[in-house]
């Protein structure tokens, strides 16, 4: 690594330099694992004094190089190997599941929680590739679609990237974790269709033909006709009419609706999504599965893009 001193004191307590006049936030100083100091600018490492005086700085000479142990080989840990494959196992699954690769994707576009990554693995500043791997969850999960000599020879001079990379995943996924496992519910098969058995009619042909003929024949007084059925048992007309049914219930209100899914609603705002109408809608959609609805929001998401 390359140790600096500027102006005689240690970097932390120097502020930002400055390159072409202008304030250079991509001038990074970072303290490695072995307590060691490094600069990199525009995420390429500062080689030594020559390129250090190649960057315009406004005060040259308050930099200088105290110690070099780039070329200096890292030993690897003996769980190295284990490692690798874990992090290739996680990534398998990710891209195997959307909920899991939403999961993680919208995990890493949040510079709040990101920033915690960054923080316990600041080695991914002194290379802008390794930056960017870390930071974009589409060129990692291209990164480790294929393993080949060149991305672990990348990896063996890096350790820290499967370190970064199995704490980014148990990050997104350990509190999720119940959620993602469970089986995609299935709607349960409906019941047998039962038939309806044969209803005999409450007036025969004859009950209904002598009823006529007696109303034109004038017979009928006050509006009230009489029917009789087989047995001769009089009907009076206005029994003829059913009850009305009973009225339909009320659907249920937005406020029962929320209550009937408040975990869920929970669930989905941990999730990311935010928008608890929207998260109502496909609740009630997919009857209360949470797995249905985040396929839902997923799908709404997609469809919205393009």
């Not at 490094?38 to 190649?54: A, H, N, P």
């Not at 029917?227 to 049914?245: C, E, K, L, Q, V």
């Not at 929320?258 to 109408?277: A, C």
């Amino acid at each position: 690594m390359v140790r600096v001193v500027i102006d005689n004191e240690t970097v932390e307590n120097v502020p930002l330099l400055q390159i072409n006049g202008m304030k250079a936030d991509e001038v990074i100083a970072v303290c490695g694992k072995d307590k060691s100091w490094f600069v990199t600018v525009g995420g390429r490492r500062l080689e030594g004094s020559d390129d250090i005086s190649t960057l315009n700085l406004i005060d040259r000479s308050s930099i200088r190089v105290v110690q070099d142990t780039r070329n200096t080989p890292q030993p690897l840990s003996p769980d190295f190997d284990a490692k690798l494959k874990t992090v290739y196992e996680h990534m398998n699954k990710i891209v195997g599941s959307n909920t899991r690769t939403f999961i993680i994707s919208d995990y890493m576009t949040d510079a709040n929680k990101m920033d915690q990554i960054r923080m316990k693995y600041p080695e991914m500043y002194l290379d802008a590739h390794i930056y960017t791997l870390l930071n974009d969850f589409y060129t990692l999960q291209a990164f480790f679609t294929e393993r080949t000599p060149e991305k672990e020879s990348l990896i063996r001079r890096n350790p820290f990237i499967l370190d970064a990379c199995i704490s980014l995943v148990q990050n997104t996924m350990s509190k999720h974790r119940d959620t993602i496992s469970r089986p995609r519910l299935v709607a349960p098969p409906l019941p047998p269709v039962v038939p309806i058995a044969p209803v005999a009619p409450l007036f025969s042909a004859e009950s209904i033909t002598a009823a006529l003929r007696s109303a034109m024949e004038g017979n009928v007084r006050d509006g009230d006709a009489v029917a009789r059925d087989g047995m001769g048992a009089p009907y009076p007309s206005h029994s003829m009419a059913a009850p009305p049914p009973p009225p339909p219930p009320p659907p249920p209100t937005d406020y029962d609706l929320r209550q009937q899914y408040r975990s869920q609603l929970i669930q989905l705002r941990e999730f990311g999504f935010v928008h608890d109408d929207i998260n109502l809608h496909v609740l009630v959609e997919s009857n209360g599965a949470i797995d249905g609805a985040i396929e839902l929001l997923i799908a709404m998401r997609e469809s919205m893009e393009h």
